[in-house]
């Protein structure tokens, strides 16, 4: 699955028993509706723990940012856990300003983000 915006795509796999969406380019208010419902999707089918992979995201907005939050309330809910992988850093400092690194839980790596 890809969206036809040139500044934004996704794509989903998964690894065993984990679904992982792959971000790449920017996350803003004309992407953050697509995010938004690939992980309520992803989100109801119930996995214990979703990954997003940040590492190709150049840029998140407050939308963007807004989206992530609610799949993670949403995970937690269900006592299950979402997990960034790798943001730029750009992002991770964005993430320190806004304090979301303390509501993420952020790894550096694919095999960390499936195995913690």
């Known amino acids: 699955m890809m969206t036809g915006d040139a500044q934004f795509d996704v794509t989903a796999s998964e ?3 984990v679904p992982v969406l792959h971000c790449r380019g920017e996350i803003d208010v004309a992407s953050a509706p697509e995010l938004h419902a690939l992980l309520a999707d992803l989100v109801g089918q119930g ?3 979703l990954v997003i992979d ?3 995201v150049s840029f998140i907005d407050s939308s963007g ?3 992530l939050v609610s ?3 949403d995970m ?3 006592g299950h856990g979402l997990r960034l992988v790798a943001p730029q850093p750009q992002i991770e400092r964005l993430l320190e300003m806004t304090g979301l690194n303390e509501v993420f ?3 550096s790596s694919m095999s960390d ?3 913690a």
């Open 15 to 17: 690894r065993p028993g």
């Open 47 to 49: 996995p214990e723990t």
């Open 54 to 56: 940040m590492s190709a």
């Open 65 to 67: 940012l807004g989206v």
């Open 71 to 73: 799949a993670e309330k």
């Open 76 to 78: 937690r809910m269900t």
């Open 105 to 107: 839980t952020v790894v």
């Open 113 to 115: 983000a499936v195995t």
